[in-house]
C-alpha cells in the first residue's frame, strides 16, 4: 500500500525532476533583453516565407542570433557591466555564440554579422589565412 501511494503521491526521497539552474548574480538586469530577443527569434522561426529564397528566409534569424551574441559582448568587453562568471553562463546556456565573439575581439572583425562568411584559404604551406573584414550577404553588416 505505501509502495503503491509513493509511486503516484510522490516520494519524499525521490529526485526533484525538474531542471533548475542557478542563475548568477546580474542575471536579473539581463534577462528581460534576453527574453525579447528569444520571443523575437521565435516569431522569426515561425513566420511565413511565402515567395522568399531559403536563405532570405534565415535573414531574420541570423540577425536576431547575432543582436544576442552582441549584446552580450558588448556588456562584457565594452562596457564591462557583466562579471565573468555571469558572461560565460550565457554562453554556457546559448545565449551568445562564443566563436562569432572570440571573432569579434580581434582587429578588422569588429563588425562581422556571422561566421559563415569568413573566407578561409590555404596558404602553400598548408596554413590557414582568413582575411580581414569579409563581405556578408547581401552587403549587410549587422553592427
Known amino acids: 500500500s505505501s509502495l503503491y501511494f509513493s509511486c503516484f ?3 519524499s526521497n525521490a529526485k526533484d525532476k525538474t531542471n533548475r539552474v542557478k542563475y548568477p548574480e546580474g542575471w536579473e538586469l539581463i534577462e528581460p533583453t534576453l527574453r ?3 520571443t523575437k527569434m521565435r516569431e522569426a522561426e515561425n513566420d511565413e516565407n511565402d515567395g522568399k529564397r531559403k536563405c532570405e528566409a534565415l535573414w531574420p534569424i541570423f540577425r536576431i542570433a547575432h543582436q544576442k551574441s552582441y549584446y552580450i559582448y558588448d556588456l562584457y568587453y565594452r ?3 557583466i562579471s565573468k562568471e555571469l558572461y ?8 551568445a555564440d562564443r566563436n ?3 571573432k569579434w575581439k580581434k582587429p578588422g572583425y569588429e563588425r562581422l554579422c556571422c561566421l559563415r562568411d569568413v ?3 590555404i596558404n602553400l604551406s598548408s596554413h590557414l589565412a582568413l582575411q580581414e573584414l569579409p563581405k556578408c550577404y547581401n552587403g549587410f553588416l549587422f553592427v
Open 9 to 11: 503521491v510522490g516520494d
Open 36 to 38: 525579447e530577443l528569444e
Open 79 to 81: 562596457r564591462e557591466e
Open 88 to 95: 560565460e553562463f550565457c554562453l554556457e546556456q546559448g545565449y
Open 100 to 102: 562569432i565573439i572570440a
Open 119 to 121: 573566407p578561409v584559404e
